[in-house]
């Protein structure tokens, strides 16, 4: 079945420095590839979003792109802030399967002044 | 525009009863699916409805159900509670139709079994 690992947080990194992480995946077909974000005491939100191979989604400054050939979907962000602090979920919806989304562990960030 | 809205927030159960939470989800949005989240086991998904049916299920015991009714609205029942099942339940919302499967997630029912 479909399967998605994420690098094992937490992370722990100062204002403005650079954050990456890690995603791969496992699917059949052509999956849509996501991530998203929840912050304390709040349910998920979408942060990007890659429909198809080598597509790049990005939002607030955050980044990802589709990369089929190494089933990956790595987040970046080139500054962070104190704000982006919360727990960041790789996920992804089959083109084989509507409906079901399958989620990574999710990785915890804490960003400090 | 109304976001996905679940009641009761928090609650508290002893082993052995049942709890029933409810979602409603963005208007027009006709998927509604349903994730237990703990700090062990990360986001699973518990079961997917669109237009009144269970299309999704994940791998969950029958003490876990759910249904949809006409207006898209969810509940979800966990019946003969154990102490395992505390855990955020998450419901989320989505147009269920082909193409890439955007959720939106309400706030969670956080739920405490004793």
């Known amino acids: 079945g479909d399967s998605v690992t994420q690098m094992e947080g937490p992370v722990t990194l100062s204002e403005e420095a650079f954050l990456t992480i890690n995603c791969t995946y496992t699917?059949?077909?052509?999956?849509?590839l996501f991530w998203y974000v929840q912050y304390p005491g709040e349910g998920l939100q979408l942060l990007l979003k890659?429909?198809?191979?080598?597509d790049k989604g990005s939002n607030k400054g955050f980044e990802a792109t589709y990369r089929k050939e190494t089933t990956s979907f790595h987040l970046e962000k080139g500054s962070v802030q104190v704000s982006d602090s919360a727990v960041y979920f790789c996920?992804?919806?089959?083109?084989?399967?509507?409906?079901?989304?399958?989620f990574g562990d999710g990785t915890t960030l804490t960003v400090k002044p | 525009k109304a976001g996905v809205t679940q009641t009761p927030r928090y609650l508290i159960k002893t082993r052995g009863q049942q709890v029933t939470l409810s979602c409603s989800p963005i208007?027009?949005?006709?998927?509604v699916s349903w994730y237990q989240q703990t700090p062990g086991q990360g986001l699973q998904f518990l079961f997917e409805?669109?237009?009144?049916?269970?299309?999704n299920k994940g791998n969950f015991p029958g003490r876990f159900s759910g249904r949809q009714f006409s207006n898209s609205r969810s509940e979800m029942n966990v019946s003969t509670l154990e102490l395992g099942d505390s855990a955020l339940y998450l419901c989320?919302?989505?147009?269920?139709?082909?193409?890439?499967?955007?959720?939106?997630f309400g706030a969670g029912s956080r739920l405490t079994v004793l």
């Open positions: 699917a059949t077909g052509y999956p849509s």
């Open positions: 890659a429909t198809k191979a080598d």
């Open positions: 409805y669109f237009s009144e049916t269970q299309r």
């Open positions: 989320a919302s989505s147009q269920g139709g082909s193409g890439a499967n955007v959720l939106t």
């Open positions: 208007s027009g949005h006709r998927s």
């Open positions: 996920a992804l919806s089959g083109s084989t399967n509507a409906g079901k989304s399958t």
